[in-house]
């Protein structure tokens, strides 16, 4: 997606895959549309002790990647995890008294015209579906709809500035700077997006082979959907296509 909102297709654009962990950008905005709802705050305590919605939502917690695991006191440490996004979505369940998949669809994906993907599991990484769909999140990432101007820049805006932790498949990264749902290039390397990319560039990949990107000062998005788990393949080939896709007309 460009500046003139021009799209470029490729590939089987109809055909589900999973999304593994591109399924958190989407779970992330769900909670911050209860957030403008006022069904939450972000301030709100949830995981374990000191932790808040904004902690969760920001990798923040402390949390293990999949265990309920305590690592680090909350705001000490970015360490990723699968585990707090579960407990964002119980979380939200709690506040609202809507089941997560069901609120998912009801503030997320319906809005967006998102129909022929669904939850399939785990609130980080349960959605499967088309590219088709990821295209219309990707929209919505780029020039947002659901949210209010000044929530939808959380997504991409570091929370918790300064924090050190591993970046999955690419390392420790000191900082490691996360939104609230997506992740931030900064001054990362190696990475995932390309050269090209500014440091402003946001998004998240999947270990399904998928990925999502937003770059704020080139004015464009793009995401790729795979059935090819991710590998040092695509530490090489995303990068690849990421340059390339800056550097076409």
Known sequence: MRPDGSTRVAGAHDTPFR???VTKPCTAMAVLVAVEERSL??????GPPGSTVRHLLAHASGIDFDTDAVLAPPGTRRIYSNTGYDVLAA???DATGIAFETYLREAVL???GVRATALQGSAAAGLVGPLDDLLLVARELHR????SAETAALLGTVAFPGLAGVLPG???QDPNDWGLGC??????SPHWTGTRNSGRTFGHFGAAGGFVWVDPEADVACCVLSDRDFGPWA???????????LESP
């Open 144 to 147: 947002p709809t659901l949210l």
């Open 235 to 245: 530490a090489t080939t995303w990068p690849e296509l990421s340059d390339a896709i």
């Open 183 to 188: 992740e931030i290039r900064g001054t990362k």
């Open 19 to 21: 999304w593994a962990s």
């Open 110 to 112: 319906d809005p967006l």
């Open 91 to 93: 979380a939200l369940a």
């Open 41 to 46: 705050s972000l301030d709100d305590d949830a």
């Open 170 to 172: 690419f390392g420790r």
